[in-house]
C-alpha cells in the first residue's frame, strides 16, 4: 500500500504577511549595530594622570558610540609605584602580574593573588612551543592545587576543597598570540594547531580566563616577500578571527576579557621575551576597543555577550563595581 500524501498547506500560511511567507522571520540585526552597554578597561600601563575617557576611543570617528568607561585596571610591574589617581576618567584597580619565565623548567611561584583572581603574562614574540604550553599549563595545575579542584554541586556554585569559590587566573598575551603569518599560510601552520589544540585544553580549567589585548608582530619573523602584511586591515582582522573564533568556541564570552593595551609595554616584552625582536604593533591601543568589537559581532555574538566580554568578565573576576 503506497504511503499516504500529507494534506496540502493552506495557502493563507504564505501569503504575504501569513506565518510563513519569506520575509516573515525578522532579520538579524547588523553587527555594526551591536554596542556594549559599558567598557572595562582591564589591561593598561599608566605612567601619568589620564583626566578623560579620550584614550581608549582616540582615532575613532565622532559618529562612532561611544560606551561609558565604568571601570579600569592598571597593571603595575613595580610594586611600590604609586597608583594613578584616574585612568580613563574613573579610580583604576591595581594588579601585580606575575610574567611567566618562558626559559624555566618549573613554573615559578605565583603568590599576586589580588581579589581571588591572579594574573599571568605570557611575554613572546613567537607562537608558543610545546614545552612553553607545557609550562603555563604547569602553572595553572599549581595555581589549581593550592585553591583546590573545584567541582559541581547541582545549581551551587563551583566550590574548591576548602569550600570556597576557587580563585581565577586571568592570562594574557595568548588571545591573539604574536602574529607571524597571513591567513592563508597559518591555517596549515604546525604553531596554529598546536595553539588551537592547547587552548582546548586549557579551557578545561573552568577558572581560566583570557584578556583579548592588542596583537603584536616581529617585523623580521613576520615580514615577507610582499612587505608587511598586517598593514591590510581586512587580512589582519581576517587573522585575528581565526584566533578569537576558535577562543569564543572553547572558551565562551564569559571567559573572554578586553585590555586596551599589550600583556607588555613594547620596549619591556623585547627585553623579556626568550626570542628578542623587532616588534611592531600594528592596532593602536585607541583602535583596539572598535575592531575587537567588530571582530566579535561579526562571529555572530549579540549585545550580552559583547558587554560581557568588554566590561562584564572583569568585574566578576576582579569584583568591580559596574
Known sequence: MPAR????????????????????????????????????????????????????????????????????????????????????????????????????VTPPSITNIAKGAVDIIVPSTFPLSEKEWDLLEEAVNALDGCWGKPEAAGNKPVTGENGKEPGKVVISGILPPPLTKTSTPLLNSEAYNLHLARLANLSLHANVYLKALPPVVDRVQGKEAEGKWWDDRQELERVLRMYISPAIEAFGTHRIIFGSTPALPIPELARVTPIPGELEQPISNGEWYSVLRRVITQLGEGKEEVTGVMGGNAAKVYRLAH
Open 5 to 104: 500524501r500529507p494534506p496540502p498547506l493552506p495557502q493563507s500560511l504564505f501569503a504575504p504577511q501569513g506565518p510563513l511567507s519569506p520575509n516573515s522571520a525578522p532579520l538579524p540585526p547588523s553587527p555594526s549595530t551591536i554596542h556594549p552597554e559599558y567598557i572595562i578597561d582591564s589591561h593598561s600601563f599608566i605612567k601619568k594622570i589620564e583626566p578623560t575617557p579620550d584614550p581608549i576611543y582616540d582615532g575613532l570617528d565622532p559618529s562612532y558610540p561611544r560606551p561609558p568607561v565604568r571601570s579600569a585596571v592598571q597593571v603595575k610591574m613595580d610594586v611600590s609605584a604609586e597608583p594613578a589617581q584616574t585612568v580613563l576618567g574613573v579610580k583604576p584597580f591595581s594588579i601585580h602580574p606575575t610574567i611567566l619565565n618562558l626559559t624555566l
